[in-house]
């Protein structure tokens, strides 16, 4: 989109369709591209507002009694909330938190309850969780345009990627001077309005690539099939590793007697490392449970692990290796999309990186307008004093 000061004024036609490329993908993506950086850097924060709007109902003070189990805390949430669907029971190690049910109404809109485990009484229930469901899909597209805005938001990720590599390009410059080095590493902030936008898009864009690159591969990866299937194929796995545990379940026996959802809990708890545990509620024919474990369950990431368990006996389904490790790189992959890896600071890099992302197709169109106008201005002057010297002879 823009012509380096260290660039020579000659450019071979490489570098011309490289600056084509860079200013015409950039123009036809932008706006998508500002949605998914800005959707997408909301989405970092969601499980910190989600805790955050349940305010105090996240602790509760430690009674000398029994727990209830799951299976009555659910059925207490069920009384309650009669217009609700429950599909998720959440619970911890530390004694002084509450329990969290995850559930939706008939519309499809999800909340979140805390409950206290040891009188079932419900706490609080949030809608932050529909809330950052809606963002998710605006990030993806899938909201309001469904399969057409996803598939729209595949392309522009493909163009903002090339755009990241083309614009390094541009950036580069053909020498390596004091005054170069100066002009591609620091903003001018006393100079013209021109100069300043102009540094803006240059040098965060520069400082951003690394992380820019990695948000949008991963992206990539988590959207579109086919980079998804190549990248298992390349790590040894196999992609929809879900699935192959869902279909993997023992068949039904009526003869048997299910174990209780706490023999579940508590073997998983019992694991150093396990915080949370996490637990999808089965329906009443369902011979398996899913599982998370970890030290923490986020809305869509984890530092833990994914689980089939077997409700006869409560103990986990055995799967290949293959699946574990497909488990491993999806679980991998969505922590480093969505800064869920080095606490705070891959949140905060992931933040800036986004903004960053999001504030380039604004910089770069008006380093485009602003030429473009002034190329207006000067064919606009070169009329005028070409009309006024035929006036004048």
């Known amino acids: 989109m823009n012509t380096h000061p260290g660039k020579t004024k000659r450019q071979s036609w490489l570098s011309r369709l490289n600056s084509w490329l860079h200013l015409w993908l950039g123009i036809?993506?932008?706006?998508?591209?500002?949605v998914v950086a800005l959707t997408g850097t909301l989405f970092v924060y969601c499980d910190d507002i989600i805790d955050a709007m349940a305010g105090k109902a996240r602790y509760i003070t430690v009674k000398n009694e029994r727990k209830l189990s799951p299976?009555?805390?659910?059925?207490?949430?069920?009384?309650?909330?009669?217009?609700?669907?429950?599909?998720?029971?959440?619970?911890?190690?530390?004694?002084s938190r509450s329990a969290r049910i995850g559930a939706a109404d008939k519309a499809g809109h999800f909340s979140f309850t805390w409950m206290d485990p040891y009188s079932g009484q419900s706490l609080t229930t949030s809608g932050a969780y529909y809330f950052f469901y809606?963002?998710?899909?605006?990030?993806?597209?899938?909201?309001?345009?469904?399969?057409?805005?996803?598939?729209?938001?595949?392309?522009?990720?493909?163009?903002?990627?090339?755009?990241?590599?083309?614009?390094?390009?541009?950036?580069?410059?053909?020498?390596?001077?004091?005054?170069?080095?100066?002009?591609?590493?620091?903003?001018?902030?006393?100079?013209?309005?021109?100069?300043?936008?102009?540094?803006?898009?240059n040098v965060p864009g520069f400082y951003s690539l690394l992380p820019?690159?990695?948000?949008?591969?991963?992206?990539?990866?988590?959207?579109?099939?086919?980079?998804?299937?190549?990248?298992?194929?390349?790590?040894?796995?196999?992609?929809d590793a879900f699935k192959t545990m869902r279909s993997k379940t023992p068949p039904y026996d009526s003869s048997k007697q299910f174990v209780p959802l706490v023999n579940?809990?508590?073997?998983?708890?019992?694991?150093?490392?396990?915080?949370?545990?996490?637990?999808?509620?089965?329906?009443?024919?369902a011979t398996a449970v899913l599982a998370m474990a970890g030290r923490e369950l986020g809305l869509k990431a984890m530092d833990g692990r994914m689980l089939m368990v077997n409700r006869y006996d409560g103990r986990e389904i055995p799967f290949p290796e293959t699946i574990h490790r497909s488990l491993r790189i999806d679980g991998m992959n969505m922590n480093i999309h969505i800064g869920f890896?080095?606490?705070?600071?891959?949140?905060?890099?992931?933040?800036?990186?986004?903004?960053?992302?999001?504030?380039?197709?604004?910089?770069?169109?008006?380093?485009?307008?602003?030429?473009?106008?002034s190329k207006k201005n000067q064919r606009t002057a070169t009329s005028s004093f070409i009309t006024h010297t035929a006036s004048v002879s």
């Open 28 to 34: 036809s993506s932008g706006i998508v591209v500002i």
């Open 341 to 373: 890896w080095g606490g705070w600071v891959g949140k905060i890099i992931t933040t800036i990186a986004g903004l960053i992302c999001a504030t380039l197709p604004i910089t770069g169109f008006l380093i485009w307008w602003g030429r473009k106008k």
């Open 264 to 285: 579940i809990v508590d073997d998983l708890l019992k694991d150093p490392a396990t915080r949370q545990v996490r637990l999808s509620i089965p329906k009443d024919s």
């Open 71 to 95: 299976e009555e805390l659910i059925a207490a949430f069920n009384r309650e909330h009669p217009q609700l669907k429950a599909f998720s029971f959440q619970t911890y190690k530390d004694p």
């Open 212 to 239: 820019a690159l990695m948000l949008t591969i991963t992206g990539l990866i988590i959207i579109n099939d086919t980079v998804k299937s190549a990248t298992h194929q390349l790590l040894g796995s196999k992609p």
């Open 134 to 201: 809606v963002v998710a899909h605006v990030h993806s597209g899938e909201m309001p345009f469904g399969k057409t805005g996803n598939l729209i938001v595949q392309i522009a990720t493909w163009i903002f990627l090339i755009e990241l590599i083309t614009g390094l390009i541009l950036w580069w410059p053909s020498r390596w001077t004091p005054a170069t080095r100066k002009q591609s590493f620091r903003i001018k902030w006393n100079a013209s309005f021109k100069r300043v936008n102009y540094d803006l898009h």
